[in-house]
C-alpha cells in the first residue's frame, strides 16, 4: 500500500484545502482537473497524511502513474493560491 503524505514545515491550519485529480500518465507535466478532497489532517512529526483523502475518491493509484495534488487556505470566503505537488507512484520493493 502507498502512502501519500505532504510535507508541513509548520501546522497548515484548519481552512487548508487539498485537491487531488486522477492519477495521470508520468509524461503529463501538469492538470487541470482538481476536485475537493477534503481539509488537509493535522500533522505528524513533519507531514500531513492524505492517502485517505486521495483513496477515498480515486482509488489506489496504480504504480508508474503521476499523482497530482494542489492546496490552498480558504479563509471568510476567500482562497489563497493554490501549491501544486505531483509524484510517480514507486514500486514497492
Not at 487539498?18 to 500518465?25: F, L
Not at 482538481?34 to 486521495?54: E, H, K, N, Q, W
Request: overall charge positive.
Amino acid at each position: 500500500m502507498i502512502a501519500l503524505r505532504l510535507t508541513c514545515p509548520t501546522d497548515p491550519g484548519e481552512n487548508t484545502i487539498v485537491r487531488g485529480s486522477a492519477p495521470v500518465s508520468q509524461g503529463r507535466g501538469s492538470n487541470a482537473s482538481f476536485r475537493v478532497l477534503g481539509m488537509c489532517p493535522a500533522p505528524v512529526a513533519g507531514s500531513a497524511d492524505i492517502t485517505g483523502l486521495y483513496t477515498a475518491r480515486y482509488g489506489v493509484p496504480p504504480v508508474g502513474k503521476k499523482v497530482f495534488v494542489r492546496v490552498n487556505q480558504f479563509v471568510d470566503g476567500w482562497e489563497d493560491l493554490s501549491v501544486t505537488f505531483s509524484a510517480i507512484v514507486p514500486a514497492l520493493p
